[in-house]
């Protein structure tokens, strides 16, 4: 247990790239404070993504994991609003907890109290969206949000689509995080250790059964139009099942994708404000814990 020093339960975030640490290291944290674990991963919400997506082994232990269906979309209003929800009951309880994941977004928002929030667009709106050409997306956009027609990258459908539902989301007043002493926290490591990391970890889910992993889910009916299966290596390793690419290309284009992915997150990182930089290679854990009771200083 480390040192309570004061009755404020406290509010700590393990931010990281992928193939870190950060599962280890929260848990092991999480054994030692009695702290809620709370995911902040944008796939591991879905259900039947376990080994692509690199869940914990004990899933149980994590609040917002395993609640969605790989064709259910889910976004950070969404991802707020259920975290915030959590956090009041374990503030309540006098409870500290932890909150991991490599989805930066979800964290900055939670962290930085975002009182703004859309709701997700209508299922309707989106499938119209999807079904419409590039080119009358524009005029839509340029037509309802002048500002955004501007600034975004207007080559790029995805942010064309989700700039047009912005102007039809209806928006959500949020509550306030009940957590007044905040920490966050990154492990990081070189990119060649990363690289090395992540192929090793792509080998491993192969054996561990992710290629059974995506059958069951396109048996049950899900495949690579579904949300879930943004997730890297999902519509690769589909592609493999249909025959198109064989397993060799699907696991380098998976090592490829997920090392430009850790790149992103390292970017990510470099301008996330108040934040604890964690040498992922030494011993985490011990330093973890030594600025996690410096908060009570």
Known sequence: MIAPGSSEPRLIAVMGTTASGKTALVEALADEIDAVLINGDAFQIYRGMDIGTGKSTTPERYALMNIRNPDQSYGVGEFVLEALAVLAESHAQGKDAIVVGGTGLYIRALFENYADLAEMPAPELRQRLNETPL????????????????TIDLKNPIRVKRAIERTFAERRTVPPNPYVLQLKLALDRELEVLREAISHRTSLMVQNGWIEEVERLESAGYGQNDPGFRAIGYRTMSKYRAGEIPLDVAMETTIVETVRYAKRQK?????EKN???????????????????????
């Open 135 to 150: 080119e009358d997306l524009l005029i839509e956009l340029k037509e309802r949000d002048p500002g955004s027609f501007e």
């Open 267 to 271: 970017t990510w990182l470099r301008t």
């Open 275 to 297: 934040l604890t930089i964690l040498d992922g290679g030494k011993d985490a854990v011990s330093a973890a814990r030594q600025a996690i009771s410096a908060m009570y200083c």
